[in-house]
């Protein structure tokens, strides 16, 4: 595949995030003195930016509400490279949106979502894209997409190198039965409990996470640890990678710049476990912004922090 033609299909959600960070540790039942932001998000929304930023072609299909919330992510998606042509308009709908309650850490204690808007991203819909993704370098898709639909990508992409984010805990049941159709998955703890039947997962339990995956036919996957870094696995074998502890101004997004990172290895044909590791110093690059993403992201720039921080 020719540069000119290299690209990646990214499907899922999109929405606008609505984040608040205390002033002081959070008093529950009270009204708490905060920073609130409205940025654009989606976990989808977020890995395309990410990439753009990194200087790939990406195409995401998601949908739009006839909103000003719709609106805004017209503009924030336009504005950061991210082609939207082969995405869905609603009218009279209510763009997906999330909102989520940090503490004066940064770190979440609730969020909320309204995400109904994406059961318009049906099987019929995506067949008139058929063309597109099955000529892309990669596809990206999160649980946000509905049953019906994650099958029919599964069934009808088979040859083509998925990377799948669960999103949610709740969520990720639907990518349950397709673990072995999947080449990257990153869930979270929670997440990686679930899908692959554990009572715990952490450093003590690698091996039995290792007989999991193998079991299932897993080929990669990572596992943020937070601030102590992440496990990774590549066609068994496992291990955990540190990373340093970082400032930290906001974790919204941290997860998607990390997928976006291992996105970009792939692309770049790189090993694994450097692939990981850049990956894991775009995540720490997006701690340190407000935003969702971080809009100062270059391939440059994460690149720096890993030879500081990490190799």
Not at 151 to 157: M, R
Not at 158 to 184: E, G, M, Q, R, T
Request: one cysteine or more.
């Amino acid at each position: 595949m020719s540069n000119l033609k290299k690209y990646v299909v990214t499907i899922g959600g999109s929405n606008v995030d609505i984040i608040s960070r205390s002033k002081k540790k959070i008093l529950i039942g009270e009204s708490n003195v905060s920073e609130i932001d409205l940025t654009a998000g989606g976990v989808i929304r977020n890995i395309t930016e990410n990439l753009c930023y990194l200087k790939h072609n990406c195409y995401l299909i998601t949908v739009f509400g006839d909103d000003e919330f719709g609106n805004y992510l017209k503009d924030n998606c336009k504005n950061s490279g991210i082609n939207i042509n082969q995405s869905l308009n609603i009218k009279l709908g209510n763009t997906a949106t999330y909102l989520s309650v940090n503490d004066h850490t940064g770190e979440m204690l609730v969020a909320a979502n309204d995400t109904k808007i994406l059961e318009n991203l049906t099987p019929e819909f995506l067949s008139s894209k058929k063309s597109l993704i099955n000529d892309a370098a990669a596809i990206v898709i999160d649980a946000n997409l509905s049953i019906n639909t994650l099958k029919y990508i599964f069934n009808n992409f088979k040859n083509k190198f998925i990377f799948a984010d669960p999103v949610s805990l709740s969520k990720s049941v639907k990518l349950k039965k397709y673990l072995s159709l999947i080449n990257v998955i990153k869930p979270n703890l929670e997440e990686a409990k679930f899908l692959f039947n554990l009572r715990s997962v952490g450093t003590r339990y690698l091996n039995a996470l290792r007989l999991s995956l193998l079991e299932k036919n897993v080929e990669k996957l990572i596992i943020s640890l937070g601030s102590k870094g992440v496990i990774s696995y590549n066609n068994g074998e496992i291990k955990k990678i540190s990373t340093r502890k970082q400032r930290v101004q906001n974790v919204n997004g941290a997860g998607d710049a990390l997928m976006a990172g291992l996105i970009h290895g792939y692309l770049k044909n790189w090993e694994w476990d450097y692939n990981v590791k850049f990956a894991i110093s775009m995540a720490n690059i997006s701690l340190q912004s407000k935003s969702t993403v971080n809009v100062d992201l270059s391939e440059k720039k994460v690149l720096k922090f890993l030879n500081e921080n990490i190799l």
